[in-house]
């Protein structure tokens, strides 16, 4: 729809689904979200919207939304009144307190929810006691958070979005981001008109491959051997940025020790991918005047995640590929609002600004900023492991906020059965998912569009959206029922807005010391660090000093972690899980508008052809996908694009996470979704 024809009230707005943070006009009328206008003068998408975004008024007029407060009875549910709602919240909050003491309390934050409410979420488990707070980037970048923040000081993009258009070369690994953050595709293809190679690692053929002048297709997780094989032919080749190494970090000589012995060779081995390549990527990478790494959740979602994130910052570092424009590290990603929700301490590591949780200083510096005489020393419970802690009975109650872990979190069904050993389970959405469907309470919550309040997307980018239309029936804002909850638990929130939120968001978190609602409401928002009133916003990292303790990055020393599980006769196939450009997460939202559903609707598995006709199966065929864990039925998809041996689903449609591995990486505690070992057959 273009701004011509348009006659309502035109708000500024956000894209609700990936972290790119596209920006775009809702037309307004008579308080109903009647059309999209396009925002030219946007930074990132500049005025483009990719088909999910196009398709967002389907989830503000859907008529699936949740309307009304429930509470459970037996099978069924009763619709009830706010008061009673926030009643049965508070009680069941209260007597876990009460009975096991606070760390009884799980909280599971929300990135698709804005930065002030995941603020007030997270400060309101913590002043209850409980030290289990957490937010879904459990699921996809904390090995980011762990990894890239310790390397470099910051776990965030080092670059924004549209600076990939000055690189000279752009190394992608473990991202399909032409799918999963299709506005940034943009700036890359930008980059390649202007003359930049582009390198992608990953095992399939995807729409990121296509742009490739080189593509690596490596088996599912060997990533590591691929990167130790391009730091080994970096240093053999001389091409190490010898000057960058001496004055800006410290751990080379110690990496480059532990490389002795490892060869190009033995990583093309590993890699199934030949040694001639692995070299021409590295002098690719390392040799061009500014070259950006890419990488995502196929580099994260392993039980070596943050090694593998930590082996990616050390050839960036290697190369001097950091703070410069075009040259940078950016962790690719894929949920609105997860870098806000880490920013502002959702997350078990981290009091708000990044303050380690189990710091005593931290704990000072937030009894004083919260007025209160104790708070939870951390790490709490990962969101991943508050399930085993259900599962095991020393987790009572939790309180979910606009996540589906029934449909996100692998082992579907061991977080069932951790979620119905719950003593207390509410859960505040927009549309009754799975999750919602086990709660004792359902707390209808506003969307994005129907609230104010500020969100961060992946390039550091804080934009503020305010209200465009009313939530529908009786569902609230969401910051509205934390203040309701937090008070019925003495805790004297009061009824606060958004804005007197951000205020103290500012006074609390240096980098968002001056980004005020009037200046991050102007299109494009400010990107953090902005530390006071009068900052311009910082648009590429580390360009003098790292943010560490002594203004160096540190290259790491990485350990190869084989994958948890193998194949087996039993199980002889790998399986991959990934995004697809149509759907977003658990798929509550794109799945209540038709045009993304008439094109993708339902689960189905990717296998090579070779594999497919060996087991008679044809396309479209039905099909059961069996792991350690369970089955699932899925189309199957019989396709080239996938090796032999490999297989890969979305897993966005239900049932996908029914198959996937629950195996952790021992830092970060992400599961490894991105290796399990399966059976497919034709459904008898
Ligand atoms: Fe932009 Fe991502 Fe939304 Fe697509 S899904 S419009 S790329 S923010």
């Known amino acids: 729809m273009g701004g011509d024809l348009m006659t309502g009230k035109m708000v500024a707005s956000i894209c609700p689904y990936c972290a790119v943070g596209c920006g775009y006009y809702i037309e307004v009328v008579d308080d109903r979200a009647v059309g999209i206008g396009y925002m030219p003068d946007h930074p990132t998408n500049e005025g483009a919207l990719c088909p999910k975004g196009n398709a967002i008024l389907d989830v503000l007029n859907s ?36 009975k096991y003491g606070p760390a009884s309390l799980g909280f599971l934050a929300s990135s698709r929810c804005n930065n002030e409410e995941n603020y007030l979420f997270a400060k309101m488990a913590r002043m209850l006691g409980s030290p289990n707070v957490d937010n879904c980037a459990r699921l996809c970048h904390a090995p980011s958070v762990v990894g890239l923040g310790g390397s470099l000081g910051t776990s965030a993009m080092t670059n924004n979005i549209a ?42 053929v995807t729409s990121t491959s296509w742009m490739a002048d080189l593509h690596l297709r490596i088996r599912p997780g060997t990533d590591m051997a691929l990167l130790k094989g391009m730091m080994r032919a970096v240093i053999d080749e001389g091409l190490v940025d010898r000057k960058f190494i001496a004055e800006r970090t410290t751990g080379f000589e110690r990496l480059s020790r532990s490389l002795d012995g490892f060869s190009v060779e033995s ?167 799975e999750t919602a469907e086990m709660a004792d309470v359902v707390l209808p919550a506003a969307a994005w569009a ?20 009313s939530p529908p029936g009786e569902a609230r804002e969401g910051l509205s029922v934390i203040c309701d909850v937090a008070d019925r638990l003495g805790l004297g929130f009061g009824r606060r807005d958004a804005s007197e939120v951000l205020e103290e968001i500012n006074r609390l978190i240096p980098a968002y010391g001056g980004m005020t609602k009037e200046r991050i409401g102007r299109t494009g928002g400010l990107l953090w660090p902005c530390p006071s009133p009068d900052h311009p916003g910082t648009g590429i990292l580390h360009t003098e000093t790292f943010p560490t303790s002594d203004g160096r990055a540190r290259i790491e020393l990485v350990e190869e972690r084989p994958p948890a599980e193998e194949t087996s006769p039993e199980y ?79 897993f966005h449609f239900n049932g996908a996470n029914v198959v996937t591995s629950d195996a952790l990486d021992p830092v970060s505690k992400i599961p490894e979704y991105k290796v399990a070992a399966c059976r497919i057959s034709v459904r008898s």
């Open 63 to 98: 008529r699936d939304r949740l309307r009304h407060p429930m509470k459970r009875v037996g099978d069924g549910w009763a619709r009830i009144s706010w008061d009673e709602a926030l009643d049965l919240v508070a009680k069941g909050l209260r007597n876990s307190l009460k």
């Open 163 to 204: 600076d990939l258009a000055n690189s000279k070369c752009i190394f992608a690994i473990g991202t399909n981001f032409a799918e999963a953050q299709p506005l940034a595709s943009r700036w890359v293809q930008r980059a390649k008109e202007r003359g930049a190679k582009v390198v992608v690692a990953d095992p399939r």
């Open 267 to 433: 990583a093309a081995e590993a890699c199934g991918v030949s040694a001639a390549d692995i070299a021409k990527a590295a002098r690719l990478f390392a040799g061009s005047s500014a070259s950006s790494l890419l990488y995502s959740m196929g580099i994260t979602q392993h039980v070596c995640g943050t090694e593998n994130v930590r082996a990616c910052t050390d050839l960036v570092l290697l190369c001097g590929q950091v703070g410069r424009p075009g040259a940078g590290i950016m962790p690719m990603r894929g949920q609105n609002n997860v870098q806000g929700a880490c920013d502002v301490g959702a997350m078990v590591e981290f009091y708000p600004g990044y303050r380690r949780s189990r710091d005593p200083e931290s704990i000072e510096l937030f009894k004083a900023a919260w007025n209160v005489p104790d708070l939870p020393l951390g790490p709490g419970l990962t969101s991943t492991e508050m399930m085993v802690a259900a599962v095991a009975g020393s987790l009572k109650t939790m309180y979910i906020i606009g996540e589906d872990p029934v449909v996100c979190d692998p082992n579907e069904r061991k977080t069932r059965k951790a979620l119905e050993n719950l003593e207390f389970l509410a859960v505040q959405e927009i549309f009754m998912t």
């Open 450 to 469: 129907e609230k104010d309040g500020s969100y961060t997307s992946m390039e550091r980018r804080v934009q503020w959206i305010d209200r465009a239309i």
């Open 572 to 650: 002889p196939l790998l399986l991959m899980t990934g995004r697809i450009v149509l759907h977003y997460n658990n798929a509550s939202m794109t799945s209540r508008s038709f045009p993304l559903l008439r094109r993708e609707g339902d689960l189905y598995i990717e296998m090579n052809c070779r594999d497919a006709s060996g087991l008679g199966i044809s396309k479209g065929d039905t099909v059961i996908v069996a792991t350690r864990r369970g089955e699932v039925e899925a189309r199957a998809e019989p396709t080239d694009k996938v090796k032999p041996g490999v297989a890969f689903m979305p």
